[in-house]
């Protein structure tokens, strides 16, 4: 899984699947489709855009075009070295 080598802020980056990512864009995986280039979008959004913020899982992501299956943001590995790293 391929994670963007010069991010921000870390501290800042979401650390569960209920916590919304800045525009609603991956943290931690690329946020195009490795497919077609796309931009991912969330996948319940894209299924229903009505979807209560509370009922979104924003480590869901799917491209649009595609629709060839779920992105995960979210490589625990990386969250471990990352946060070990800190503390
Ligand atoms: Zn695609």
């Not at 969330?42 to 491209?63: A, G, H, V």
């Amino acid at each position: 899984m391929k994670t963007t080598p010069d991010a921000p802020d870390r501290n800042n980056y979401p650390r569960s699947a209920a916590e919304p990512r800045p525009d609603n864009r991956p943290c931690y995986i690329d946020p195009c489709c490795p497919s077609c280039g796309a931009p991912l979008v969330l996948l319940d959004l894209l299924k229903s855009p009505e979807t209560p913020e509370d009922e979104i899982w924003y480590d869901e992501f799917i491209c649009p075009q595609c629709r060839d299956g779920i992105h995960l943001d979210w490589p625990e590995s990386e969250f471990k070295k990352v946060f070990e790293a800190e503390e």
